[in-house]
């Protein structure tokens, strides 16, 4: 089946440093991935969208890559600050386009 | 502020009693879905919405059902409340189906205990 995944283990950084996130995806071949971030209580927050015709995608200190060869995208976050602590979720369409596969998500914690 | 507005925060429930979380969005987006979030399980679709008047199942629709009589608002029914229905809800849209664009816009979501 269609499957998603993301490392489970909390990922725990200094701050300053590069936080790099990974999603594998098996089984099938998203035309595009979408990474969010969700604060404990609150709903998932949009960050960035890449498509599988896309190496990599920026935005401030946010970069995504998409290798459609090892079925993965990576996240990154330069410059990380105790702020940025939160869970990301990554997420692909399904073969319809009509709803998201999504992974359980990965943990960061940005030590000051 | 333009957003998906969920109510209520946090219900409790008892075993056979039903309700309906409401959701609301102002942003004119056609597709919108409702997810249950649990510890290891991750989002689950329920039921999801592609425009007015037209629903269709998600992963786990059972003991729920859903309308859309207006762009604006997709509430969700829980015919009869089950402990296994205890969760975190999210309301979430986007312009298109699969949030190319933009991504999904979520709501705050709706903290069931059900009892």
């Known amino acids: 089946s269609q499957k998603i995944e993301q490392n489970s283990e909390a990922l725990n950084i200094q701050e300053g440093k590069t936080a790099t996130l990974t999603c594998n995806y098996t089984n099938y071949s998203p035309a595009y991935l979408q990474w969010y971030r969700q604060d404990p209580g609150r709903g998932p927050v949009f960050l960035l969208l890449i498509r599988e015709n896309e190496k990599e995608k920026r935005k401030e200190r946010l970069k995504v890559t998409f290798d459609t060869t090892l079925k993965q995208s990576l996240f990154h976050i330069t410059a990380s600050q105790p702020a940025d602590s939160a869970t990301y979720l990554c997420a692909s369409n399904a073969g319809n386009n009509r709803k998201l596969i999504w992974g359980l998500g990965t943990s960061l914690a940005v030590n000051p | 502020n333009a957003g998906v507005t969920q109510t209520p925060k946090f219900q409790v429930l008892k075993t056979g009693q039903s309700m309906t979380l409401q959701c609301a969005q102002d942003m004119n987006h056609e597709y919108m879905s409702w997810y249950r979030q649990d510890p290891g399980m991750g989002l689950r679709l329920i039921h999801y919405s592609v425009g007015a008047g037209i629903t269709d199942q998600g992963e786990v629709p059972n003991g729920y059902n859903v309308s859309r009589s207006t762009t604006e608002d997709f509430p969700l029914r829980l015919l009869s409340a089950a402990p296994s229905q205890t969760s975190v809800y999210f309301c979430?849209?986007?312009?298109?189906?699969?949030?190319?664009?933009?991504?999904?816009?979520f709501g705050s979501g709706t903290r069931l205990t059900v009892v």
């Open positions: 979430a849209s986007s312009y298109n189906f699969g949030g190319l664009g933009d991504g999904y816009t």
